[in-house]
């Protein structure tokens, strides 16, 4: 075992029952829990050990060692027991809910931008058919829920653009701006020609 986990009975603990203490000061300098859940016990930082060592966050994310290890494809350092419990840790903390509401954000923006699709681009608005048909109640709501998905989605990108600074100049990051940008072409019907 490595000095950074500990095993053993502690109060209140049947014999079958075991757990496992990680300490994570060398792995996540900015770690600091005190609970414990699923059998593992997360020792807790004082304040004094709660000092960065670099106040840019950009300088301190390069240096994690969990970003070290991925960047030279160290993959058999991942799987350790620390490291696993660290990762662990972090998804159910904050990784995960912050997943599910941005998935549940564009599913929501694709639901009804399909929904406004569908209904707008219907047999009455075929091309060739000149008559002109009022919104409907329910094409209206979806143009604002597409709305409202978009300014969201849209926040949440500046956020990461803060965030990530001049490493947020990617691709996938344009192509977002880009789907966002023609959608409420789209869906407002701008004419850009």
């Known amino acids: 075992k490595d ?3 500990k095993e053993g009975q502690w109060e209140n603990q049947t014999e079958a029952e075991e757990e496992v203490e990680f300490d994570f000061k060398y792995l ?7 609970s414990k859940e699923d059998g593992f016990a997360f020792k807790s930082a004082s304040e004094d050990d709660f000092t960065p060592y670099n106040t840019k966050r950009r300088v301190v994310l390069e240096n994690h060692p ?3 290890m991925v960047k030279h494809q160290q993959s058999h350092l991942l799987r350790h027991p620390v490291c696993l419990a660290l990762m662990r840790y972090k998804w159910k903390s904050l990784g995960r809910r912050v997943f599910y509401f941005n998935l549940f954000l564009y599913v929501f923006f694709l639901f009804f931008l399909t929904g406004y699709t569908m209904d707008k681009l219907n ?3 075929f091309p060739g058919n000149t008559e002109s048909q009022p ?3 329910y094409l209206l709501a979806c ?6 998905s978009v300014f969201l989605l849209g926040i949440g990108e500046l956020g990461e653009m803060y965030r990530m600074r001049s490493s947020y100049i990617q691709l996938g990051n344009a192509v977002d701006w880009a789907i966002y940008s023609l959608t409420l072409i789209f ?3 701008i004419n850009i020609l």
């Open 28 to 34: 996540d300098d900015t770690f600091s829990i005190s």
């Open 123 to 125: 047999y009455e608005t």
């Open 143 to 148: 143009k604002y829920c597409v709305l409202v």
């Open 135 to 137: 919104e409907s109640l």
């Open 3 to 5: 000095k950074c986990e």
């Open 187 to 189: 869906v407002f019907e």
């Open 66 to 68: 969990l970003m070290i």
